[in-house]
């Protein structure tokens, strides 16, 4: 066959960006020494902020009880904490450099541009230890250089501090809910110019009357103004905790930053003191005056030390109660730093009031310290060598990723693509998807035409926009040219970013047409920034620019590196390939015709045509059209034509479920209970942070809507149970306070149900009764929302009553079996006609607890957010405990396994056609690829508990119903698992006999 030029489009495309992309595989980026430099972050400064506080404490002039060689000790360390300072430095220089864009970028990152501040740090000690093991040993021109680099330092952390802060209320706004003594941060450097001042200002540091006095009052006004700004910070921190508990385990060790400000303030109040000139002019002659000072000082500082204490002790006991759930990261060295300044000022008290035993209590705490510095420094190496820190999404680089979509410059190493073309736009972390409808015809004949009822759903699923594309290909054979014709039709619904991206996808340069539907969260393992569809179109464009024989695996390559929720087609025309498909959950929907000469691939199908049957999830599926001589072959025998690739090339990955992992089908041998401060809680709650993440931050409004409006953007179907209401609580922690979310919660009218409470009631009961208040999921619904309110008040629920007339659901039973088609069992009906009409969004709202009717609204938010998922991976089905009473955890294990296997062929994309009909799309948190294949991973006795009944809450789910209770949400933690068809009461709605495998028709 040979393509010619005869493509015709009907509307306007917008074409995505070219990429250069050579010999990218499907991997992550390399681990060498070099590709792990773009991951080393300013967070690494740490290390070296501790070793300089270390040294600055084992030194003579600090501590009261000493031996032989101590000071020398004390000058190995120091002289160590210079090699890794410098170290440090030269690496961060070397990523700066190579990494273009990368040094402005971190500084204005809110969270890797906190970490800036232990460059200061690192040099405050640096800076204060130069007195302690350099001018004993060098002479006045070192005493000299100290007063420079005391006024450097000075000018430099004042500017910094003011910058930092303006970065921080300019940049997108930060949370209550997440605010950690971190927040300090830019002002701790420096507040240190008041310890330097301290320790040059003393009698040690050699420093004229007349110098010293300026370092002395520059010293206190910033030690002043530091422990001001931490007193602010306190406030939101002390509120921070009681609102909303103690912080997750991983950010548990910051907590001891808040000991620094207090601990610094008292040593330097009391060495400022005792450095104060005795005959300055200002006090004149008198000695006295200078002694009162000192008392004055000492006692104020004695004050100060006491919240250093008390901050010491939460911590400490903060930390204790979840020590195994807190892995190595940089963190770690908040144990060291901060506690320096706590006690060297309590050595500095002891000496004061010439207390030997707080002395001792101060040596005390020095040897302490020196063990946990290492012990973190042992665990920091471990850590390094295993890739914990320093590499891609490890900790202090978890959210580099943003940085690098902000600036678009970062180019991967080796052979990489350049990630710009993952982030063209200067936003930060703002995907732009699209939910749309796909429909292509593939004709023998004549170009395929779509039904009037068809493109009618299709306008439904994308109202945004809608494009016609038409090509074909032509056969030159000798018996007579015969044509190919193809017609692909997109609907477009922008759910994310700056525009609409037209669909369908045309390369002007091959012909090539590539339909998507769906949000791609990751490519090759990277956050999209920009235009998803635009962005998986290019790197198509770039494969079929490949030769013959690399073009297929190319294209694999691209589509089997996406995660998230798509269907698509891709014609490579230069080969005369289609490609289709579905994710590997199966959670978008596409259905295939195979008729007489003719191919139809649908995101809806006809239900007047039987021979639509739903496309499976298990692979990229492939229809050479160049290579078949007569198209009809592909019906009904012929069908085979179309090969099946799997999603993962990997012979190694034959054992895999869902093609996302292996299954742990590891069982205990002895009793493990699940208890709250079990790692799994902690690990599940940033698991499903992250999935949330992607889903619901950045939404826009509705084409049309005021941007600035708070309206919510996104809504929960809402049973009140505890999957979805987990999904609610945890949005409050991403979303922006202002912005409301609602919670839309469906009851129907089944005449079989008021039948039977009609006749139970009697004639006695003559009161009013509402049938929809009385539904399982309204009462639970009702009952989870009150809990909201009241654990995150500060947020504008919305409670949306959807109550549905027998009548209505009678006028609309018709729409709903054409659009659950292929699916046709009365089941499919009584589940698909709660999500129908729930993604509706029509109701009753409700902004509290009351049942008094309010106004009637129709939800504006397009993404809706399920909590489906949740049982199958962690053992939510009652089949589960059955499975474990019959056969103990291997019975349990394999009973999991299957149910997992089985993801993508649930019925998600029967879902998907119910709910996309009304412009929404749903988005399944617990079906995020990376939250999946976590937890396949962990052993089964980490999700669920069914060895131990007595546990505070059922053993079903146990891991999600323990980080309920950790979120407050008390009472949802206990609620039982209830069918939707059965809570919201649309189970055989027309006749209490009928099966749910009846057949429809």
């Avoid at 009391?270 to 006295?288: M, R, S």
């Avoid at 580099?400 to 936003?427: C, L, M």
């Avoid at 393992?525 to 464009?541: F, M, Q, R, T, Y």
């Avoid at 799997?646 to 990955?653: G, S, T, Y």
């Amino acid at each position: 066959m040979s393509d010619q030029d005869s493509d015709s489009t009907s509307d306007h495309r917008q074409h995505g960006p070219k990429v250069d992309n050579e010999k990218q595989d499907n991997r992550e980026p390399r681990g060498d020494i070099l590709g792990r430099l773009e991951h080393f972050t300013w967070a690494n400064y740490t290390l070296t902020m501790s070793t300089g506080g270390i040294s600055l404490l084992i030194s003579e002039s600090t501590q009261p009880n000493t031996f032989h060689g101590q000071q020398t000790i004390g000058k190995v360390v120091y002289i160590f904490d210079l090699v890794l300072f410098t170290f440090i430095t030269t690496l961060l220089i070397i990523r700066f450099i190579k990494y273009k864009g990368t040094f402005l970028a971190s500084l204005a990152h809110p969270t890797e541009g906190l970490f800036s501040a232990c460059f200061f740090l690192s040099l405050a000690s640096i800076i204060g230890s130069i007195v302690r093991y350099g001018i004993p040993n060098c002479g006045y021109w070192l005493v000299v250089v100290y007063r420079i680099l005391f006024w450097i330092y000075f000018a430099a952390t004042a500017i910094y501090a003011v910058g930092m802060y303006m970065v921080l209320f300019t940049s997108p706004k930060l949370k209550i809910d997440d605010m950690t003594p971190a927040w300090d941060l830019p002002i701790f450097p420096f507040m240190l110019s008041g310890t330097i001042a301290t320790i040059g200002a003393g009698s040690s540091g050699g420093q004229p009357a007349h110098q010293a006095m300026p370092m002395i009052v520059a010293g206190l006004t910033a030690q002043g103004l530091g422990m001001l700004v931490s007193v602010m910070m306190y406030a939101c921190y002390i509120r921070r905790m009681v609102q909303f508990g103690l912080p997750s385990p991983h950010s548990r060790p910051a907590m001891f930053i808040a000991v620094g400000p207090p601990g610094f303030t008292a040593l330097a109040i009391i060495g400022l003191a005792k450095a104060w000139p005795t005959h300055y002019n200002y006090f004149g002659d008198d000695e006295v005056t200078s002694q009162i000072l000192q008392v004055m000082a000492t006692m104020v500082a004695v004050f100060i030390w006491s919240s250093a204490f008390w901050f010491f002790c939460i911590a400490v006991a903060s930390c204790l109660i979840c020590w195994k759930a807190m892995p190595f990261s940089m963190s770690w060295y908040a144990f060291i730093f901060p506690n320096v300044g706590f006690t060297i000022a309590t050595i500095n008290i002891g000496q004061a009031f010439e207390s030997s035993a707080v002395e001792w209590v101060g040596t005390a705490m020095t040897l302490m310290l020196i063990a946990m510095y290492l012990f973190v420094l042992v665990c920091h190496v471990r850590a390094l060598i295993r890739r914990d820190v320093v590499a891609e999404g490890k900790d202090e680089d978890v959210y580099i990723n943003e940085v690098r979509h902000k600036y678009g410059k970062v180019k991967w190493t080796g052979n990489d693509v350049e990630k710009q073309a993952f982030s063209p736009q200067p936003r930060l972390l703002t995907p732009s998807g699209n939910m749309c409808g796909i429909h292509a015809v593939i004709s023998a004949s004549q170009p395929g035409e779509i039904t009037s009822d068809l493109r009618r759903c299709l306008c439904s699923r994308g109202p945004d926009h809608i494009t016609t594309h038409e090509t074909r290909l032509v056969d030159g054979a000798a018996d007579g040219a015969s044509a190919t014709h193809f017609a692909f039709t997109s609907s477009v619904l922008a759910l994310r970013g700056d525009h609409i991206a037209q669909q369908p996808f045309v390369d002007p340069e091959t012909g090539s047409v590539f339909c998507w539907n769906g949000e791609a969260w990751k490519i090759r393992h990277h956050d999209v920034s920009g235009n998803d569809g635009e962005a998986i179109a290019a790197l198509l464009s770039e494969a079929v620019s490949r030769s013959l024989e690399e073009r297929e695996a190319a294209i694999l390559q691209v589509l089997r590196s996406i995660d998230g929720p798509f269907a698509f087609t891709f014609f490579d025309k230069p080969s005369g390939k289609v490609y289709y498909g579905r994710d590997r959950l199966g959670r978008r929907s596409m259905v295939i015709r195979q008729g007489s000469q003719c191919v139809v691939l649908s995101s809806v199908a006809d239900a007047a045509d039987p021979q639509w049957r739903e496309v499976e999830a298990d692979g990229i599926h492939v229809l050479d059209v160049a290579n078949v001589h007569h198209l009809h072959h592909l019906s009904g025998e012929g069908a085979h034509m179309a090969r099946r690739l799997d999603w993962l090339d990997d012979a190694d990955a034959a054992d895999f479920v869902s093609n996302i992992g292996r299954f742990n089908a590891i069982v205990p041998a002895e009793d493990i209970r699940l208890v709250s401060d079990s790692p799994p809680v902690n690990a599940l709650r940033q698991q499903l942070m992250d999935s949330l993440r992607l889903r619901v931050l950045d939404v826009p409004s509705p084409p049309g809507a005021d941007k600035q409006d708070t309206a919510p953007k996104v809504a929960v179907l809402f049973s009140g149970g505890l999957d979805c209401t987990v999904v609610a609580r945890m949005c409050h922690d991403l979303l922006p306070v202002d912005e409301g979310i609602d919670l839309i919660n469906v009851a129907f009218e089944n005449p079989r149900v008021v039948a039977n409470v009609q006749k139970s009631r009697g004639q006695d009961e003559s009161g009013p009764f509402d049938i929809y208040e009385a539904c399982p999921d309204r009462i639970t619904g009702r009952k989870s929302f009150a809990e909201l309110q009241a654990v995150c008040p500060g947020r504008a629920w919305q409670f949306l009553a959807v109550n549905i007339p027998y009548s209505e659901y009678l006028s609309h039973k018709g729409q709903v079996i054409s659009l659950i088609y292929p699916h046709n069992t009365e089941m499919d009906l009584s589940i698909a006609s709660a999500l129908y009409f729930a993604a509706r969004g029509q109701g009753i709202a409700f902004s509290d607890a009351s049942t008094i009717a309010s106004a009637f609204y129709t939800t504006g938010a397009r993404v809706l957010l399920s909590g489906l998922g949740a049982d199958e991976l962690f053992g939510g089905y009652q089949r589960h405990a059955t499975a474990y009473q019959r056969q103990g955890y291997p019975g349990l294990v394999d009973e999991l396994k299957l149910d997992v296997s089985r993801l993508g062929k649930r019925n998600l994309g029967r879902d998907d056609r119910v709910m996309s009909h009304w412009g929404k799309e749903v988005r399944f948190p617990y079906l995020d690829e990376e939250l999946v294949r976590w937890a396949i991973k962990i052993p089964v006795w980490e999700k669920c508990d069914f060895g131990n009944l007595d546990g505070i809450v059922e053993p079903g789910k146990r891991v999600l119903r323990l980080l309920a209770l950790e979120l407050g949400m008390g009472e949802v933690a206990t609620e039982k698992k209830r069918a939707i068809q059965f809570g919201s009461r649309t189970a055989k709605m027309e006749s209490g006999k009928v099966k749910g495998t009846t057949l429809l028709s």
